[in-house]
């Protein structure tokens, strides 16, 4: 780690470091089928929008990333420049399991909200280190720009103050895209 990195983290605290750390990282592509059926392809599905990725890596974390799966619906289902997914991380799962862990999965989603969730079955690694994972039953949520770079992230409950910080780093991204038009 560089002594910049070193010293915002002693500094300023992790939080606050998670944007300057993260900044010019990108998200591991992924093709993945959302619970509706749909193909999903990352970074691409982001390509000229803004993306919020909210990823689980256990099944203590689903109360948490479903929490922010219903806030940023109620953002933004129905926007053209926002997409939003709830990405469960399955690659531990064993193979013969993974079909069990996804119709229970399934059965418990609305089906409005299918088409957000998609699990990732491979690269779990990679998704760890981006999100900067630390404890097993947090949500990770990534801001994520149209080229698939982390511009933003927390982790955690879905409170005031951290979806106030997501609809800062959206908002700033989206005028941004608005700027180069």
């Given at each position: 780690m560089g002594w910049r990195i070193q010293l915002c983290?002693?500094?300023?605290?992790?939080?606050?470091?998670?944007?300057?750390?993260?900044?010019?990282?990108?998200?591991?592509?992924?093709?993945?089928?959302?619970?509706?059926?749909?193909?999903?392809?990352?970074?691409?599905?982001?390509?000229?929008?803004?993306?919020?990725?909210?990823?689980?890596?256990?099944?203590?974390?689903?109360?948490?990333?479903?929490?922010?799966?219903?806030?940023?619906?109620?953002?933004?289902?129905?926007?053209?420049?926002?997409?939003?997914?709830?990405?469960?991380?399955?690659?531990?799962v064993p193979r013969m399991l993974r079909g069990m862990v996804t119709r229970s999965m399934k059965s418990s989603i609305p089906e409005r909200a299918q088409s957000r969730f998609v699990p990732i079955t491979s690269d779990e690694d990679a998704w760890r280190a981006l999100a900067h994972y630390s404890k097993g039953d947090d949500a990770y949520v990534l801001v994520v720009d149209g080229e698939g770079r982390v511009v933003w992230q927390t982790q955690g409950g879905a409170t005031d103050a951290a979806f106030a910080g997501v609809k800062e780093r959206v908002a700033g991204l989206r005028g941004a895209s608005e700027a180069r038009k």
């Open positions: 983290l002693l500094v300023l605290g992790v939080e606050a470091c998670l944007p300057v750390v993260a900044q010019q990282a990108r998200i591991p592509a992924v093709k993945s089928v959302s619970m509706a059926g749909d193909t999903v392809e990352l970074p691409d599905a982001l390509r000229g929008k803004v993306g919020v990725l909210v990823l689980g890596f256990s099944k203590g974390s689903q109360g948490q990333v479903t929490t922010w799966g219903r806030r940023l619906a109620a953002e933004w289902k129905d926007s053209a420049s926002v997409v939003y997914y709830e990405m469960p991380m399955l690659a531990g």
